[in-house]
């Protein structure tokens, strides 16, 4: 009963570091998110991917890149890390594209960036 | 572009106590609107939703009603309980078409703690 799985759970990077988020998930969703938290401004999408071989760009891309390896994963690399970039990152799944389907999310991997 | 706008918080109440968290939106076109739950620590999860004017979702004894003319989605609940402490987040989806197309629009997130 997984859901959608994130990894690492916590992050501390220098300014300037790569990194790869991971995210999986095993309920054969097509559509994927990455979406950034942080205080005061809600979930603001950064990368999407409505089916495999698919990425498109969200409100906040800049500074991120994705990958859809397959239908279970979705990840999000940061190249070169800036203090910015600090936030909390959550990815989601949804079954498709239907609007009315909701979204899955993991529990988060939070991210400092000194 | 679309927008969802929610009540500043934090919001404190007591054990038992009403609660409502406002919620308005901005969106050419029809959406579908929702409400997100975030426990410490976790994800957010679905809450309730609705996908047309008029609708009214509800769940755990939450419940919110659709308003075109008013365009809101607040969140109420009559009796609240320790355990609803939590963030809340309204969002709209929008139908298929251009560059909206299946995505979440989220508010800035409102935080209820709720006191013994």
């Known amino acids: 009963n997984a859901g959608v799985t994130q990894t690492p759970k916590f992050q501390v990077l220098k300014t300037g570091q790569s990194m790869t988020l991971q995210c999986a998930q095993d309920m054969n969703h097509n559509s994927m998110y990455w979406y950034r938290q942080d205080p005061g401004m809600g979930l603001r999408l950064i990368y999407y991917?409505?089916?495999?071989?698919?990425?498109d760009k969200g409100e906040v891309p800049n500074g991120y890149n994705v990958s859809r390896l397959n239908k279970r994963e979705f990840s999000l690399r940061l190249e070169s890390a800036a203090p910015s970039q600090t936030s909390v990152y959550f990815c989601a799944s949804r079954t498709n594209r239907d609007y009315n389907s909701p979204l899955h999310f993991g529990n988060g991997t939070r991210l400092t960036v000194t | 572009g679309n927008s969802v706008t929610q009540m500043e918080g934090p919001v404190t109440l007591s054990e038992e106590a009403f609660l409502t968290i406002n919620c308005t939106y901005t969106?050419?076109?029809?959406?579908?609107l929702f409400w997100y739950v975030q426990y410490p620590g976790e994800g957010l999860q679905l809450l309730l939703k609705a996908t047309k004017a008029d609708d009214k979702g509800s769940n755990k004894g939450f419940e919110a009603t659709y308003r075109k003319e008013t365009t809101s989605f607040h969140l109420e609940k009559g009796s609240v309980q320790v355990s609803d402490s939590a963030v809340y987040f309204c969002?709209?989806?929008?139908?298929?078409?251009?560059?909206?197309?299946?995505?979440?629009?989220f508010g800035q997130g409102t935080i209820l703690t709720v006191h013994p």
């Open positions: 991917s409505a089916s495999e071989g698919t990425t």
């Open positions: 969106a050419t076109g029809y959406p579908s």
């Open positions: 969002a709209l989806s929008m139908k298929a078409g251009g560059t909206s197309y299946g995505k979440l629009t």
